[in-house]
């Protein structure tokens, strides 16, 4: 359960790590993220992207490709906007404030917009399934889901390297919302894409909180080409699948343990964190440590070879 003593600690801040250990910010790797360090590559972005406010005809676009991309159920509506972060601040807005269960460990940013909004922690009200989950990959089950709540948050953030695995059915029932990110599957982050997906009704009452043209143009035009390039997505499951594995293996022979994670960032268990967080950063490798276990170390894949070769120094 979250509780009102948690941080709200997050990936990223290596311009912290270059203040404490010095080199230039390029000079840094980032995997204190889960990010897809091979980002898709982004097409060109027509000039009215840049010049128009975005049309009807661009969000349709958009939500079609969507659509079809995470099979999302005829009777469920798609909303695109600026982030899913974005979406999980309105998301307390859609019940009158009680009991919100948030099993942890998980990353932070729903308890702090349910607090913000007056929720408490506790069971009954609503409850947030982020799946699979941040830090650990735990994966939730349709029936864990089922009982009557105000509202159910399923959190698919980084379920789309498993897209067999998706929950996105679910969004057809009362209270259900469904989150999709774009910016980590796809390495976009700096976009700013998110996607929530559920009944009409519901779909229509955060529409409004979020407001009238949300996603800019070079966004809906880029979000629209990624989704609907299922061939990228294929081979780059395949890979981080690859990526992930020799990741594990590299951290294993370092004498770290595998505790979970998805194929975009892995969890360790590695005894001291902050002490292997200070040896990764001296070779201007940034990781992340948690304010709940001084043993769980988190990180993302590096990308280019020179990357790899950085990070099998750090742990020689």
């Given at each position: 359960m979250?509780?009102s003593e948690?941080?709200r600690?997050?990936?990223?801040g290596?311009?912290?790590?270059?203040a404490?250990y010095?080199?230039?910010r390029e000079?840094?790797?980032d995997?204190?993220?889960?990010i897809?360090p091979?980002?898709?590559?982004v097409?060109?972005v027509s000039?009215m992207?840049?010049?128009a406010?975005?049309?009807?005809?661009?969000?349709?676009a958009?939500e079609a490709?969507?659509?079809?991309?995470?099979?999302v159920?005829?009777?469920?509506?798609?909303?695109a906007?600026?982030?899913a972060s974005?979406?999980?601040?309105r998301?307390?807005?859609?019940?009158?404030?009680?009991?919100?269960e948030?099993?942890?460990?998980?990353?932070?940013?729903?308890w702090?917009a349910?607090?913000a909004?007056g929720w408490?922690?506790?069971?009954?009200?609503?409850l947030?399934?982020?799946h699979?989950?941040?830090?650990?990959?735990?994966?939730?089950?349709e029936a864990?889901?089922?009982?009557?709540r105000?509202?159910?948050?399923?959190?698919?953030?980084?379920?789309d390297v498993m897209?067999e695995?998706?929950l996105?059915?679910?969004?057809?029932?009362?209270?259900?919302?469904?989150?999709?990110?774009?910016g980590?599957?796809?390495?976009?982050a700096g976009?700013r894409?998110g996607f929530?997906?559920?009944r009409p009704?519901?779909?229509?009452?955060m529409a409004?909180?979020?407001g009238?043209w949300?996603?800019?143009?070079?966004a809906?035009?880029?979000?629209?080409a990624?989704?609907?390039?299922t061939?990228?997505?294929?081979?780059t499951?395949?890979?981080?699948?690859?990526d992930a594995?020799?990741l594990d293996?590299?951290?294993t022979?370092?004498?770290?343990?595998?505790?979970?994670?998805t194929?975009l960032?892995?969890?360790?268990?590695v005894?001291?964190a902050?002490?292997?967080q200070?040896?990764?950063?001296?070779h201007h490798v940034?990781?992340r440590?948690?304010p709940y276990?001084d043993?769980?170390l988190r990180?993302g894949?590096?990308?280019p070879?020179?990357h790899?070769?950085?990070?099998q120094?750090a742990?020689?």
């Amino acid at each position: 359960m979250a509780g009102s003593e948690a941080k709200r600690d997050h990936g990223g801040g290596v311009d912290g790590a270059v203040a404490r250990y010095g080199g230039p910010r390029e000079g840094w790797i980032d995997l204190s993220t889960g990010i897809n360090p091979v980002a898709y590559p982004v097409p060109a972005v027509s000039d009215m992207a840049w010049t128009a406010l975005p049309d009807d005809g661009a969000f349709a676009a958009l939500e079609a490709a969507a659509r079809r991309f995470w099979a999302v159920p005829d009777t469920a509506a798609v909303l695109a906007a600026p982030g899913a972060s974005a979406l999980i601040a309105r998301l307390p807005g859609l019940a009158p404030a009680g009991a919100v269960e948030i099993p942890v460990p998980t990353y932070n940013e729903h308890w702090a917009a349910f607090r913000a909004a007056g929720w408490t922690a506790g069971t009954g009200g609503a409850l947030v399934a982020v799946h699979p989950n941040n830090p650990d990959g735990r994966i939730w089950t349709e029936a864990e889901l089922a009982g009557d709540r105000v509202l159910t948050v399923i959190d698919e953030s980084f379920c789309d390297v498993m897209p067999e695995a998706s929950l996105i059915h679910l969004a057809t029932r009362p209270g259900v919302v469904v989150l999709k990110s774009f910016g980590k599957f796809w390495g976009l982050a700096g976009l700013r894409l998110g996607f929530a997906i559920a009944r009409p009704e519901m779909i229509a009452r955060m529409a409004a909180m979020v407001g009238p043209w949300a996603v800019s143009g070079p966004a809906l035009e880029t979000g629209t080409a990624a989704l609907r390039d299922t061939a990228w997505a294929e081979a780059t499951r395949a890979r981080l699948a690859g990526d992930a594995g020799r990741l594990d293996a590299m951290m294993t022979r370092a004498g770290a343990a595998v505790v979970g994670g998805t194929t975009l960032f892995r969890l360790y268990d590695v005894g001291d964190a902050a002490g292997w967080q200070d040896r990764l950063a001296k070779h201007h490798v940034w990781s992340r440590i948690f304010p709940y276990s001084d043993r769980w170390l988190r990180l993302g894949l590096p990308g280019p070879a020179a990357h790899w070769t950085r990070l099998q120094e750090a742990l020689a």
